[in-house]
């Protein structure tokens, strides 16, 4: 009996302990929320052990941030700054290069991580060679003053520049499509020889020499024209050194045109430029600025019925149209073949551009053209579809 009296005894000692506990749990609880307000003394608790609480913040603390939405969307934007476009928001290789002040629509926004990306839609000359891809949102702004696309040859066309990927800086182009202003360029400050590629700005500046004497034009630049429209090294000289005043006068008469980047040297044929200062030179041809429209039809005539070279046949399947006029240079340095292609192509039906572009480096000039003619192929082939 007096066991059993001290168990009872130790089972309400027992619950007597508990009950003090638990009053005592409750006496600091309400001291804390007193002093410090619920939320706090709720998370005081659990820091101490006290107790342990699942709070919804928690969950809605880790759940995926959202953006709001934008109802304005589709919507036009410009480029605020030169981006990479990536096939997915955040990875992937980049589709193409777009240059600030590039106008595109933007479709769709989507969040990864704490980054907003924008789906962007930009359109080229034709169908074709429109291009659709991701940019982070912070590359966009609402305004801008471009009216046409600035970018790579992926801008152009993802196709066209995977074709010449593999030749990494030994290909440059710069490609203008004057009515839409639109200006697409790889590699395109890169120098290279232009080896008698040369000879068309020979041929204009002698052209525009002639338009200032007061005599008129003498009566055998017919024939010289001929002669330096084909190439010809010797009547090159001679109107390079003679009658245009070597590298010095060139070098003024580009200047005097607006033309910069191209670099005449003691030697006509090692004369170099860029595909960007080769661009400009055959946009202001194009717009008829620098020579009479007389004198501009002789340069066009000559420069299309010079004799066929091999380089020239990189070219031929180009429909020039109209004042169309491309122009094959070939150079052989310590490095390798240049061959580079300029000039303008107003095919009927199609969107007309000034191009100027150069494969340099080659193990052989026929590996050059070879590597330009399918580089052409595809170019009409992208600008011919609608």
Known sequence: MAKRRRSGSSGSSGASRSAGAWWRMTLLLAL?????????????????????????????ASATPSLPPDTALPRQVWLASDVKVLPQPG??????????????????????????????????????????????????????TSSGPLGDLGALSPALAAQVAGDGAHFSAAIYFPDISALYQTNAGAPFTLGDGFRAVLLVALLARSESQPQGLPPTLKVVTAALADGDA??????????????????????????????????????????????????????????SSGDRSTALTALTQAKPALAASAITTVPLGSGGVLVAGVAQTPTGWTVNICGIVATPGAPHYVIAVALRDQASQAAAVSALNSFFQKLTALLASS
């Open 234 to 291: 010797s009547i090159g000289a001679v109107v390079y050194n003679s009658d245009l005043g070597g590298a010095t006068g060139v070098t003024q008469y580009l200047a005097g045109i607006g033309v910069a980047g191209i670099q005449p040297a003691a030697n006509w044929q090692t004369s170099q430029a860029t595909a960007s200062s080769m661009l400009q030179f055959y946009s202001v041809f194009a717009k008829g600025e620098i020579l």
């Open 32 to 60: 804390l929320i007193c002093v410090v307000g619920i939320v706090p003394a709720v998370i005081a608790g659990q820091a101490l052990g006290l107790w342990h609480i699942r709070a919804p913040w928690n969950a809605q």
């Open 91 to 144: 990875k992937g290789t980049p589709v193409a290069t777009l240059v600030a002040g590039s106008p595109a629509t933007l479709t769709l926004h989507r969040l990864v991580g704490n980054t907003s990306w924008g789906n962007i839609i930009w359109a080229g000359p034709t169908v074709a060679t429109s291009g659709e891809g991701w940019v982070p949102d912070s590359a966009l702004v609402a305004y801008g």
